[in-house]
């Protein structure tokens, strides 16, 4: 018997390790090189060239804009993309290279986490939770994870702060201040690991209290520590009322969730993450909430004792319901699960695990035995069937490839070298802008002052003189 549970664990540890690989395959080598992932490589390529640490201001101008607001993909990524594409790699797979690194530290951590909260069993449900998320069919999506975006390099080193939280605070809170420089919306993992700090307190009452005050300064300090050295080198770089009107900036975007558009409402944004799981919105629910029922009756079984899994229950608890509560209430957010993406990686597959770990509890009361197997079946076929599905997806190539991409990129690099040309306009906004940042110009947007007498490049047919066409994608002269 035992022998048969352990060929099981392995065939399943392996189907899930093909799952993987076939995603990530088709996300670094793949999916179309989109124009998030452009924007965000304008600044390690400024970086390299000389000019900063500085995006092509795309959106802040269609300047080279250093330190740029809008680019909230940070330096915990965008350094590293710099120093791998320094060796000469191609840009495109070398920046993924980096996001894609991030990916298999989640899934680690993960396993990590689930080990210690339930054995390996409780090891393998996690890691297969991101592999069920689908983020890929909003309007801005993450395809996959090898995009260069922040939030699955933000939700790693959120995992890897848990793992390393109860021996090394510190360690925990320098790893959550680089979540936070790689994606800012990290901040809402705070109140997480302040419960798990509480938790890990020692005494009762007020002792406890005043253990958790001392013991969450000095994590506290390295959480900043990122965030410090970075707006430090800002303020170096623009001096003091530079520097004002940088921070300036900042708030504005992070207040607009650089979003403007129709009010969405709480049910809208419950059901776009319903429906974001590879399964029926009925099944995703019923998933959800009988892992919820089987951490509950874990809990209520071990009643009478604090169970060491509790810091990480109330932790994931809290950091799920604070991305996920902020995403669903923020009115002017756009339906993209993005948004809520690093605490639901980081955390929701927690949850799956304690729901593992509250499966074995509840199978130690006789009376619970059956209906512990019926709701431990319900989640394990809901998370796997999504994986399955998701993997089998993602194995279908869409109709614009990075390779189909590159073909239609081609002739406009040979015109762009030719003739010298350092900025495009992309026109509109959208598809054409990975193209420029393909041909090795700089981007900035059509209706840019700054960009009145540059080219366009556009997928649409041309007001004015064609310059260079790839049936694709085209180069119009200047209005």
Request: hydrophobic share 60%; net charge neutral.
């Amino acid at each position: 018997m035992i022998r048969a549970r352990s060929i099981v664990f392995w065939v399943l540890a392996a189907a899930l390790l093909v799952g993987h690989v076939l995603v990530a395959w088709q996300s670094l080598f793949v999916w179309r090189f989109w124009e998030d992932e452009a924007l965000n490589l304008t600044v390690p390529l400024n970086l390299l060239d000389g000019l900063g640490y500085a995006s092509d201001g795309a959106l802040s101008g269609s300047t080279i804009t250093l330190f740029d607001a809008r680019i909230s993909t940070g330096p915990a990524v965008l350094l590293p993309v710099a120093a791998v594409l320094a060796t000469g790699i191609d840009p495109v797979i070398g920046a993924r290279l980096v996001p894609l690194a991030y990916w298999v530290l989640l899934l680690a951590g993960l396993w990590v986490l689930g080990r210690r909260i339930g054995g390996r069993w409780a090891a393998l449900v996690p890691v297969a939770v991101p592999l069920a998320f689908t983020t890929s069919t909003a309007v801005s999506p993450i395809q996959g994870p090898a995009d260069l975006l922040g939030e699955i390099p933000a939700a790693a080193l959120l995992v890897w702060a848990l793992v390393v939280l109860p021996r090394r605070a510190w360690l925990a809170g320098l790893l959550v201040g680089l979540a936070i420089q790689a994606k800012l919306i990290a901040l809402l993992a705070l109140p997480a690991f302040a419960i798990a700090l509480l938790l890990l307190a020692s005494g009762t009452s007020w002792a406890r209290l005043w253990a958790w005050v001392r013991r969450s300064l000095v994590p506290l300090l390295f959480v900043a520590l990122p965030t410090f050295l970075f707006e430090l080198a800002a303020l170096l770089t623009f001096g003091f009322s530079g520097f004002i009107e940088h921070l300036r900036a900042l708030v504005r975007f992070v207040r607009s969730g650089g979003q403007l558009g129709e009010p969405t409402t709480v049910v809208q944004k419950f059901t776009t993450l319903a429906e974001s799981w590879s399964l029926p919105v009925w099944a995703a629910v019923a998933v959800a909430v009988v892992s919820l029922l089987l951490i509950g009756g874990g809990l209520w079984v071990s009643r009478g004792s604090f169970p060491a899994v509790l810091v990480y229950v109330a932790a994931a608890a809290v950091g799920a319901l604070a991305f996920v509560g902020w995403w669903a209430t923020a009115s002017h957010l756009p339906l993209w699960v993005r948004h809520p993406a690093p605490g639901v990686f980081a955390f929701f597959p927690i949850l799956a695990a304690c729901a593992v770990w509250g499966a074995q509890r509840m199978l130690r009361e006789q009376r619970l035995r059956i209906v512990t197997v019926v709701a431990a079946g319900v989640v394990l076929l809901g998370i796997g069937g999504g994986a399955a599905v998701h993997a089998v997806a993602a194995a279908q190539a869409p109709w614009l490839t990075l390779e189909t991409q590159r073909a239609a990129v081609a002739p406009l690099k040979e015109w762009v070298e030719a003739n010298d040309v350092e900025w495009l306009a992309a026109e509109p906004w959208g598809a054409a802008v990975a193209p420029i940042v393909l041909t090795g110009a700089h981007v900035g947007l059509f209706d840019a002052p700054a960009m009145a007498d540059v080219p366009r490049l556009t997928g649409m047919e041309c007001a004015t003189e064609v310059l260079v066409d790839s049936g694709l994608f085209r180069i119009c002269a200047a209005p």
